[in-house]
T-cell receptor, first 113, second 116 residues
Framework: GDSVTQMEGPVTLSEEAFLTINCTYT??????LFWYVQYPGEGLQLLLK?????DKGSNKGFEATYRKETTSFHLEKGSVQVSDSAVYFC????????????FGGGTRVLVKP | SAVISQKPSRDICQRGTSLTIQCQVD?????MFWYRQQPGQSLTLIAT?????????ESGFVIDKFPISRPNLTFSTLTVSNMSPEDSSIYLC?????????????FGPGTRLTVT
């Protein structure tokens, strides 16, 4: 079945540091890939997405590129802020928009001033 | 995106009782889903709430334990029945198929349930 694997956290960084969160997936066909973010005490928010190979999703300074050859969708940000402290979830969806999302385990990121 | 609200936002319940969680969207949506997020873990889909018909449950989840209703295109409920401490989780409603063509899934703020 489908699965998503993320690097385990917590990841602790200083402000302005470079952030990478690794995400790899297993799925048949060509799934759509997503990053969601969950800030403390809040629900999940869609951060970015990519729907086909070599697509790059970007939002709020975060980027991730859909790499079919390595089945990966790593999340990066060049200079993190304290406000980026959150849990980040990688997810995939096969097929149409109404199909379910399969989530990775989540990675907690803590940015210190 | 849509505004999705859930009630209650949190609750503490005794084992053996049931709790009904409501999900309200401020616009019509095609599909509504219910997820569970157990402490420190990722999200797992419980079921897809179908308007006017029985929900579609994922493996490991059954209607007797998690009855779901969806009477219209903006509202759904999830009941957690005969609760045990293992049901302590955050329950999240999500929607897709908003008017305007967006097909991404958006999530409500969640209901934090603690069973004692």
């Amino acid at each position: 079945g489908d699965s998503v694997t993320q690097m385990e956290g917590p990841v602790t960084l200083s402000e302005e540091a470079f952030l990478t969160i690794n995400c790899t997936y297993t799925a048949t066909g060509y799934p759509s890939l997503f990053w969601y973010v969950q800030y403390p005490g809040e629900g999940l928010q869609l951060l970015l997405k990519a729907t086909k190979a070599d697509d790059k999703g970007s939002n709020k300074g975060f980027e991730a590129t859909y790499r079919k050859e390595t089945t990966s969708f790593h999340l990066e940000k060049g200079s993190v802020q304290v406000s980026d402290s959150a849990v980040y979830f990688c997810a995939l969806r096969r097929g149409a928009a109404g199909n379910k999302l399969t989530f990775g385990g989540g990675t907690r990121v803590l940015v210190k001033p | 995106s849509a505004v999705i609200s859930q009630k209650p936002s949190r609750d503490i319940c005794q084992r053996g009782t049931s709790l009904t969680i409501q999900c309200q969207v401020d616009s019509q949506v095609t599909m509504m889903f219910w997820y569970r997020q157990q402490p420190g873990q990722s999200l797992t889909l419980i079921a897809t709430a179908n308007q006017g018909s029985e929900a579609t449950y994922e493996s490991g989840f059954v209607i007797d334990k998690f009855p779901i209703s969806r009477p219209n295109l903006t509202f759904s409920t999830l009941t957690v029945s005969n609760m045990s401490p293992e049901d302590s989780s955050i329950y999240l409603c999500s929607v897709t198929g908003l008017a305007g063509g967006t097909h991404e899934q958006y999530f409500g703020p969640g209901t934090r349930l603690t069973v004692t």
